[in-house]
């Protein structure tokens, strides 16, 4: 059977079962190039009795842009850092930073291994956090987890509160 007689099917089999009550399918795309069959699959799933058909769900990071005074990251992994500092939002929270209102303050506590630490790109992504106007609540020296000793650990507990209840105080 040709491709498009298969999928063009597939449109046809979703409306020969119906489900009893009503039902929502979420849809999770990833960057394979099979996403191009995406209005298709969509289109398809569309016709079926009962799906959701309108959009009237809240958008949650948009939400919790609007509900937060102030976003605090911590820990902030590498990992994170590196995805905020370059503009990539691929979860939740990347995607709350990219949306957060830049009026409304933004503290973050680097966290991870000294060697990850002292790693030059580190220095640099930090610093493009500082130019969007963001609050580093600098990491402290201390023996890791991992074992190793150096610079990575999160600050402290009451260090972050007393930072995140004064930038409260002046907002």
């Known amino acids: 059977m040709e491709p498009e007689a298969a999928e063009q099917r597939a449109g046809v089999s979703a409306r020969e079962s119906v489900p ?3 039902f929502h399918v979420l849809v999770g795309v990833t960057g394979s ?6 209005p298709l699959l969509l289109s ?9 058909k309108q959009r009237t769900d809240p ?3 948009i939400e919790l842009r609007r509900w937060a005074d102030l976003l605090l990251m911590a820990p902030l992994d590498a ?27 933004v503290l973050f506590c680097p966290a991870m291994n000294t ?12 610093a493009k956090l500082k130019e ?4 580093e609540i600098p990491c402290i020296q201390k023996r890791l987890v991992c074992g190793d000793e150096g610079y990575g650990a999160m ?12 930038v409260l105080e002046r907002s």
């Open 20 to 22: 009893s009550k009503r």
């Open 155 to 166: 600050a402290e507990v009451w260090t972050i509160v007393e930072k995140v209840k004064e």
């Open 132 to 135: 969007f106007g963001y609050t």
């Open 79 to 105: 990992n994170t850092l590196a995805k905020i500092s370059s503009g990539i939002c691929d979860n939740l929270l990347t995607c709350v930073v990219r949306a957060w209102d830049l009026r409304r303050p």
């Open 44 to 52: 398809s799933l569309l016709e079926i009795a009962g799906a959701w």
């Open 115 to 126: 060697a990850m630490w002292e790693h030059p790109i580190t220095a640099q992504q930090v």
């Open 33 to 38: 190039v099979a996403a191009l069959k995406l």
């Open 59 to 61: 958008v949650l990071h």
